[in-house]
Nanobody, 123 residues
Framework: QVQLVESGGGSVQTGGSLRLSCAAS????????MGWFRQASGKEREGVAA???????GYANSVKGRFTISTDSAKNTVYLQMDSLKPEDTAMYYC?????????????????WGQGTQVTVSS
């Protein structure tokens, strides 16, 4: 049974940092590509950062230079380091797993999802 469990969300002020973690179980970690998504209240889910098959990564333009995706394969865990946070980063953040070549920031490409962790950035 595939399980993705996010942690690390919270409330911070503008300019602050958070590191999200996503622990994966029930999947062959090297087979799946992992990504982070977010969904703000009343908005569609959007891709934030993702790994591709050969370790290449992609970021949404809105987070480039501020967010960094990384992984610890020994722990089957993927991270999202978020720096210089802005109020518009406020959202529920989800990690997801997919099988496929290249990275994808499209939610429809992903097979498995976590329950999410809330990030709130105040001005």
């Amino acid at each position: 049974q595939v399980q993705l469990v996010e942690s690390g969300g919270g409330s911070v002020q503008t300019g602050g940092s958070l590191r999200l973690s996503c622990a994966a179980s029930g999947i062959t970690y090297s087979t799946y590509n992992m990504g982070w998504f977010r969904q703000a209240s009343g908005k569609e889910r959007e891709g934030v950062a993702a790994f591709g098959t050969f370790g290449n990564v992609g970021y949404a333009n809105s987070v480039k230079g501020r967010f960094t995706i990384s992984t610890d394969s020994a722990k089957n865990t993927v991270y999202l380091q978020m720096d210089s946070l802005k109020p518009e980063d406020t959202a529920m953040y989800y990690c997801a797993a997919r099988i496929g070549w290249g990275y994808s920031l499209s939610a429809s490409d992903y097979n498995y999802w976590g329950q999410g962790t809330q990030v709130t950035v105040s001005s």
